[in-house]
């Protein structure tokens, strides 16, 4: 029974993490997650934050994030241009961004951030790592698992003699 309460444990624990992670990654919600790699938003947002984006939705003045050279920037929105093109800013930087960014490039403003959970998404992206973490959490629930308990010995002197349990300190 104890068992059985721990594998119900696990499972809850289990789907209360990767449902909204589930949710956000199939687009059913207008959300986005993406990790800020690098400093340019600095001290707005650190790097290795995560950013909550919502898609569709931001105004002059507003963080976005938008896709450019294949990946993902995070700046502030500074000018809607005629050309229907964006200028944006890190604010760590002195001057507007080089490039223009279009429209149809623009993911969404910036609605939240969670400092330092970049390094953790990072991580998790290794499949190696996830193992690693899996295999951990597998022997810990293992060893706990056992009705004796880890460090119990048994040890029987003679036929006809009590059993005497001796757990390690």
């Known amino acids: 029974m104890k068992r059985f309460k721990g594998i119900v444990v696990l499972l809850l624990i289990l789907a209360s993490v990767l449902t ?18 690098t400093g340019p938003m600095f001290p707005a947002i650190p ?21 450019r050279a294949g990946d993902r920037t995070t700046h502030r929105l500074m000018a809607f ?18 490039f223009t960014v279009p429209r149809a490039d623009v993911i969404g403003g910036v609605t939240a951030f969670v400092p330092n959970l970049g390094y953790l998404v990072v991580y998790l992206q290794n ?7 899996i295999m951990c ?10 009705e004796a308990g880890p460090g119990a010995r048994s040890t029987k002197e003679s036929a006809g003699k009590t059993r005497i349990s001796v757990r390690a300190a």
């Open 20 to 37: 909204p992670i589930a949710i956000m990654a199939t687009g059913v919600l207008p959300y986005g997650a993406y990790v800020v790699r």
């Open 47 to 67: 790097p290795a934050s995560v950013v909550i984006v919502e898609t569709d939705q931001y105004e002059v003045g507003q963080v976005i994030t938008f896709r």
């Open 81 to 98: 241009n005629d050309d229907a093109t964006l200028t944006t800013k890190g604010d760590a930087n002195d001057t507007s961004d080089p």
């Open 127 to 133: 499949p190696l790592a996830v193992g690693s973490l």
């Open 137 to 146: 959490v597998l022997s810990i629930w293992y060893a706990g698992s056992s």
